[in-house]
């Protein structure tokens, strides 16, 4: 018996935490020239940060700094959260698809995943949420515990493993049916394809569940981006009821209308994309607390790929131009929008997706802290991360200048703390 007790002591020890408390108890302080701390609308100017390890002791312009702490000079910075970005794909680059899934081996991906993971975090995401590993199975649970048992630089993930959606409804396409070729998400059909699913996604580490509400390889139009409905409403009940069992939260991805709505009534608690959502979802994500995470670079930098032929330059500069008018609706109607890049072409590239929601219409404050603090909502991680306070995780970043008065600066990151430890610092030595 006590062995059995040492066992799941120990098995539950070597579950890699997100979380840890800092073995050092390293006393050390930031000079902020300014400070944007996620939670409050003002700029707080000369403030300090005290750090413990990688616990934020205290904030404040008349904190006592203990005499001999070392001081990271960033007084001619404004210092921010570290940023959170609730759609990426660590293991997804912008090469072939097909080729990626044929001829790079499980190993050979999670290595440009580690790749990818070091540039997003020192492209300032000190967090991230990964909605799937497109095709490298459960990589991105390695890549996730990796990092958190500090062999390798990275953000925090939540993983989301395979992605769920139907007989037909993924890539690959148009091989003989004579071929096996491998899927870029797990297929499941019916109620009870969908729960097993579930729970060998979640059995392999699944912190997420993400699914394919509709998807856009079914097929094209001339004018835009469109999808086709996938599950059917009993199957997405399934596997919400099958994922909230455990606690485990589940977003879908979805362009049109119906699909969203469909995933919001059977309790999906985030929408990808959302290219051409109405009023109507939005007023219906409110109702049951639901976020938009619209994720406008990925399809801005698709349209501004100069190998687009003429019809898939047209489709998609249409598209962006929908998507920029859901935006807006989705500011009127006070939707809840975490922030989402889908952005993987190249890695590291994400936080150009603020010019475009402040170009349509969000101010440069919301859209920090849609980074930050509605984020950290979003992954139900708001008691540690996402905002500049006492007893939150260390996770600062800093830039020159003022995002304020001009969002572009966080497109050049130049200070990236993660848990106390920095790893980046262009800014003082
Ligand atoms: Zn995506």
Redesign the pocket.
């Known amino acids: 018996m006590k062995s059995l007790v040492l066992w799941l002591i120990t098995a539950l020890l070597m579950t890699a935490s997100s979380f840890s408390q800092s073995s050092e108890t390293k006393l050390f302080a930031l000079k902020c020239g300014k400070l944007i701390d996620g939670k409050s609308d003002k700029v707080y100017e000369n403030v300090a940060i005290l750090i413990n390890g990688n616990e934020i002791k205290d904030v404040g312009t008349n904190i006592p700094i203990p005499a001999g702490v070392d001081v990271i000079d960033l007084s001619n910075a404004t210092v921010l959260p570290g940023l959170i970005d609730s759609?990426t794909?660590l293991l997804l680059h912008g090469g072939s698809y097909d080729d990626q899934l044929f001829k790079e081996s499980l190993p050979f991906r999670a290595i440009l995943g580690t790749v990818a993971a070091k540039k997003t975090l020192e492209a300032g995401f000190t967090t991230v949420r990964d909605?799937e590993t497109e095709g490298a199975m459960y990589n991105d649970v390695a890549l996730r515990d990796a990092i958190n048992q500090g062999h390798i630089p990275g953000p925090r993930i939540q993983a989301s493993t395979r992605a769920l959606s139907i007989t037909g409804g993924y890539a690959p396409y148009g091989y003989s049916p004579d071929v096996d070729v491998p899927y870029g998400v797990q297929v499941a059909d019916g109620i009870d394809g969908v729960r097993k699913a579930v729970r060998e996604q979640i059995h392999f580490g699944a912190d997420w569940i993400k699914i394919y509400a509709d998807s856009r390889y079914r097929h094209r139009m001339a004018d835009s981006l469109v999808g086709s409905v996938t599950f059917n409403d009993e199957e997405m009940k399934a596997i919400v009821e099958e994922a909230e069992k455990v606690g485990v939260h589940v977003c879908a991805h979805a362009y049109t209308s119906e699909a969203a709505q469909r995933a919001i009534r059977a309790g999906v608690r985030s929408i990808?994309h959302g290219l051409y959502l109405d009023d109507e979802t939005f007023r219906l994500m409110r109702q049951k607390g639901a976020y938009w995470v619209p994720?406008l670079i990925a399809y801005y930098a698709w349209s501004q790929d100069t190998t687009n032929s003429p019809a898939v330059k047209k489709m998609v500069e249409y598209t962006v131009q929908r998507h920029k008018e859901t935006f807006k609706r989705a500011l009127k109607s006070g939707a809840t929008i975490a922030f989402g890049t889908?952005m993987y072409n190249p890695h590291g590239d994400g936080t150009k997706e603020f010019a475009l929601m402040v170009e349509y219409g969000m101010t440069p404050m919301k859209a920090i802290q849609s980074a930050t603090k509605v984020a950290a909502e979003l992954l139900e991680w708001q008691e540690n991360i996402g905002t500049i306070e006492p007893g939150k995780l260390a996770d600062v970043i800093a830039v020159q200048g003022d995002p304020l008065k001009d969002i572009t600066v966080l497109e050049h990151v130049k200070f990236v703390m993660k848990d106390g430890k920095v790893y980046k610092n262009e800014l003082s030595h």
């Open positions: 759609h794909h909605v990808e994720t889908d």
